[in-house]
Each structure stands twice: as C-alpha cells, then as structure tokens.
Nanobody, 126 residues
Framework: QLRLVESGGGLVQPGGSLRLSCAAS????????IGWLRQAPGKDREGVSC?????????NYADSVKGRFTISRDNAKNTVYLQMNSLKPEDTAVYYC??????????????????WGQGTQVTVSS
C-alpha cells in the first residue's frame, strides 16, 4: 500500500517561497502520475500541478500558478516536490499530493487519484 507524507508547509509573507515535499513509502513512484492539489476554506479542491508517469514526465500547471510553481520528482528518493515562489495570499490552502495507481499515464489537472497524503497547510499573509 502506497503511503504519502507531505511536509514543507507553513506561514510565509507575500512574495516569499516554500518547497513542499511528498515522500512515498510502500511502493515506488516510478511511472506514476502525481498531482498537487489544494483546497482553500469554503472552496472546492483544485488541481495545482501534476507530473506524468509517461511522456518524459510532462507537467501541467493551473493558470493561477504558472510561472511561479514548479513540480519535480526525485525517483531515487521516491519523493515529489512543489517549489512555490512569489506566493500570494490567494495561494493560502491545504495542499495535498496524490498518486494515480495506474502506471504510464499522462496527467492533466482533472486527473483522478487513488492515493492521498494528509495535507499540509500553506498560509500566505503579512
């Protein structure tokens, strides 16, 4: 059973940066589609970014984070990262990493996932 643990959230001022990590255990992340999603209070959960299990690890980003966030994976560490720069108050949310159980899929922001982490809070405020 794949288990995911997120870390790296916290309180940051507008314009600051955070790097979220999603460490997997129990199974490899190789060839799996992985997504970062977020949910702000009173809002629906939304896809922020994803990285494909195929196609050379192609990535997708929500328009609201394009150019500011970068998703990456380190297969040797079985970990996925979300580097978040130029953070804005509207980025405040609980961030989740999630993994597709099917191998070799291309991702999209509407991808569905089978395994989820517990979430990490990101608060952007002065």
């Amino acid at each position: 059973q794949l288990r995911l643990v997120e870390s790296g959230g916290g309180l940051v001022q507008p314009g600051g940066s955070l790097r979220l990590s999603c460490a997997a255990s129990g199974s490899t992340l190789d060839y799996r589609t992985i997504g970062w999603l977020r949910q702000a209070p009173g809002k629906d959960r939304e896809g922020v970014s994803c990285i494909s299990g195929s196609g050379g690890g192609s990535t997708n980003y929500a328009d609201s984070v394009k150019g500011r966030f970068t998703i990456s994976r380190d297969n040797a560490k079985n970990t996925v990262y979300l580097q978040m720069n130029s953070l804005k108050p509207e980025d405040t949310a609980v961030y989740y990493c999630a993994v597709d159980r099917v191998l070799n899929r291309r991702c999209s922001l509407s991808s569905t996932y089978d395994y989820w982490g517990q979430g990490t809070q990101v608060t952007v405020s002065s």
